[in-house]
């Protein structure tokens, strides 16, 4: 569920848990009126009711260089969420930067941003979605000119009625000529019940002009209670890219790992492990890729099983390409593996094919707190390596990373948000080789 809104699809995956990114209660029931929640591939917002403070979460991260990073998520603002980008130039601290608000800035307005991504410092892509109150949820895209960033102009192809949703998860780009934004959309068949919505695969194209629909696959089916969404792409040129997410049926509670690939004229599914199975119940989820080469990729999220009263049992999940197939790899789990568990990816990101990194959390329900989560890759096994807790250790507490970007080995930014009682916090990592520090968190 979003911060005062709820469109067909959000609340039939809270329902479910079906689309990519699942419900996610982070923290106890003790404190759930206020708990951060993932209710859309990748997407941390505030839960209702509405907190009195300020709410802060960032969602992704981007750098062109070690003196230009930017971060973007949502912040909410008295009664309406609005944009939130943060720029970071070297000068030692990130700071605000003006964003447009297309969804308004009255109450009930909505406005979200979940990745960034530039094909150079004067170009660069920032995706979600919006919806004004009582609308239809949009696609949202703002382009940065190296002076401000503006809206531009995208497709809906969810439709623009009221209860018609439509919403961008990533962006990625080879030249400022060509650009790949990846979500879903859909809508809700009946209005009457969380099982009534269809929900498609999304790719747009910017040919240097303007955004358009691409077709994509919808493994999942066409009909009420089936839903297909992607949340990642990653491109190695203009003519091989993948895209990653998951598909499902609300009816059987399976969600299936989903993978496209696009060979410069059509996207086509390709096969990929289900490390959690494909029984009623199942849980596979692709959040995050990232590729060094054609032949070297990997794609981060997480796997399991849904329980009884809305719980997930969740394991760390990173398959491979190999430039011949996908593979499934062993990350540690920090949560463990048993009935409580709790260890989910968010992203994934290589400066090296010996040199990547996974972020996400651990923990977060029964009292537990949500813990930071990141896993290094040194080209022959992953670690988990300490990372700081910016909300501290308690249990109604929870510190979540939804995205990485590193300038090179020595350098990284993590992003995500805090939970607490009193509302959600922006908080930003900092890798310098050997540690990770704390740049920003809850004041």
């Not at 959000?10 to 029931?29: D, K, N, Q, T």
């Not at 993932?38 to 260089?65: I, K, R």
């Not at 962006?171 to 009534?196: I, K, M, N, P, R």
């Not at 197939?325 to 989910?344: E, Y």
Request: positive net charge; glycine residues 12%.
């Amino acid at each position: 569920m979003r911060t005062g809104w709820r469109s067909p699809v959000i609340a039939w995956c809270s329902a479910v848990a079906l689309i990519a990114g699942s419900l996610l209660a982070a923290a106890s029931a003790a404190s759930a009126a206020a708990a951060v929640v993932v209710d859309s591939p990748g997407v941390f917002q505030a839960a209702e009711p509405f907190v009195t403070a300020d709410s802060l979460v960032l969602n992704g991260v981007y750098c062109t260089s070690a003196s230009n990073c930017w971060a973007v998520g949502n912040k909410r603002v008295g009664n309406a969420t609005l944009n939130q980008i943060l720029h970071w130039t070297g000068s030692g601290r990130w700071h605000q930067v003006t964003a447009p608000e297309p969804g308004g800035k009255a109450a009930g307005d909505n406005n979200n941003l979940n990745a960034v991504r530039c094909a150079s410092a004067a170009h660069c892509w920032a995706v979600g979605d919006f919806q004004p109150a009582g609308s239809a949820r949009l696609d949202q895209v703002l382009r940065w000119n190296g002076k401000k960033w503006s809206v531009a102009s995208a497709p809906a192809p969810g439709g623009t009625a009221s209860g018609d949703f439509n919403e961008l998860n990533d962006v990625s780009c080879t030249s400022a000529a060509s650009c790949w934004s990846v979500g879903y959309y859909g809508l809700d068949l009946t209005g009457t019940t969380d099982e009534s919505v269809v929900a498609f695969t999304q790719a747009l194209h910017w040919n240097g002009r303007r955004w358009s629909l691409v077709s994509t696959p919808n493994p999942g089916g066409h009909s009420k209670n089936h839903v297909n969404a992607i949340n990642a792409v990653r491109c190695s040129g203009a003519g091989d890219c993948w895209a990653a997410g998951s598909y499902g049926s609300g009816a059987s509670l399976i969600r299936r790992n989903l993978m496209l690939r696009w060979n410069g004229a059509r996207w086509a599914t390709v096969s990929v492990p289900d490390p959690g199975g494909t029984a009623t119940s199942s849980i596979n989820q692709l959040r995050g890729l990232t590729c060094t080469a054609r032949a070297n990729c990997w794609a981060a999220g997480s796997f399991g099983r849904q329980l009884a009263g809305g719980h997930q049992k969740l394991r760390n999940q990173l398959l491979h390409w190999t430039g011949k197939k996908w593979v499934k790899a062993t990350p540690p789990n920090p949560d463990g593996t048993g009935s409580q568990a709790r260890n989910d990816f968010f992203a994934v990101t290589c400066t090296a094919a010996s040199n990547c990194w996974a972020v996400g959390f651990t923990g977060g329900h029964n009292s537990r707190p949500g813990l930071n989560e990141t896993v290094r890759w040194n080209g022959r096994k992953w670690s988990a390596i300490h990372a700081p807790e910016p909300g501290g250790t308690n249990g109604d507490v929870a510190n979540i990373l939804t995205s990485i970007r590193c300038t090179r080995t020595a350098s990284c930014w993590a992003v995500g948000a805090v939970e607490m009682s009193t509302g959600a916090a922006d908080q930003i990592l900092r890798w310098n080789g050997t540690k990770w520090s704390i740049t920003l968190g809850p004041s």
